[in-house]
T-cell receptor
Framework: AQSVTQLDSQVPVFEEAPVELRCNYS??????LFWYVQYPNQGLQLLLKYLSGSTLVKGINGFEAEFNKSQTSFHLRKPSVHISDTAEYFCAVRPTGTASKLTFGTGTRLQVTL | GAGVSQTPSNKVTEKGKYVELRCDPISGHTALYWYRQSLGQGPEFLIY????????DSGLPNDRFFAVRPEGSVSTLKIQRTERGDSAVYLC????????????????FGPGTRLTVL
């Protein structure tokens, strides 16, 4: 079984400041890792994913994440946020090897203000 | 192209009633997933179809919940004798897992159906 921990339920940040959203996971098998974003009243949109290869993954809207196997982490970062980045961010994992369900964290609400 | 669509977008029902929620996946996607998202929580897995068959239904909370995908495309999630605790956003996702490490295995989500049980 897998589990995902997003310790920060809310992260307030000023526009143009950098941000890091933390994600840690637990799994007895190898996993793929994902970050999804959910804007108000919309469905989940994939930001980025780690399947294999380079541990630094770049996604849409200027976001990037780094996979750290020893620390079982997959933190999401952006060097300069915009008001439009205000949304809920979810980290998720699923086992490698076959199509299967995603296990999500509880989400982090990113609130960007002027 | 068209994404995953879900109908209705909102459903209000009374305790004890039966409801059906529909998901139209992206054309050609063989895998279809249902998740439930309660307020303040991340989505939780309910059931996964590969083609017409349920490959994993371990997330269905009890026998009041049932899902079908008779022709391998559209899926319907059915909830009998609804309870107030069933109130949540029900999300559907689809993917085309032809290769486990390719972009085709990304799960694409619909906008969800918000179910409110009074």
């Amino acid at each position: 079984a897998q589990s995902v921990t997003q310790l920060d339920s809310q992260v307030p940040v000023f526009e143009e400041a950098p941000v890091e959203l933390r994600c840690n996971y637990s799994s007895s098998v190898s996993v793929y890792l994902f970050w999804y974003v959910q804007y108000p009243n919309q469905g989940l949109q994939l930001l980025l994913k780690y399947l294999s290869g380079s541990t630094l993954v770049k996604g849409i809207n200027g976001f990037e994440a780094e996979f750290n196997k020893s620390q079982t982490s997959f933190h999401l970062r952006k060097p300069s946020v915009h008001i439009s980045d205000t949304a809920e961010y979810f980290c998720a994992v699923r086992p490698t090897g076959t199509a299967s369900k995603l296990t999500f964290g509880t989400g982090t609400r990113l609130q960007v203000t002027l | 192209g068209a994404g995953v669509s879900q109908t209705p977008s909102n459903k209000v029902t009374e305790k004890g009633k039966y409801v059906e929620l529909r998901c139209d996946p992206i054309s050609g996607h063989t895998a279809l997933y249902w998740y439930r998202q309660s307020l303040g929580q991340g989505p939780e897995f309910l059931i996964y179809f590969q083609g017409t068959g349920a490959a994993d239904d371990s997330g269905l909370p009890n026998d009041r919940f049932f899902a079908v995908r008779p022709e391998g495309s559209v899926s319907t999630l059915k909830i009998q004798r609804t309870e107030r605790g069933d109130s949540a956003v029900y999300l559907c996702a689809s993917s085309s897992p032809s290769r486990e490490d390719s972009d085709t295995d990304t799960q694409y989500f619909g906008p969800g159906t918000r179910l409110t049980v009074l």
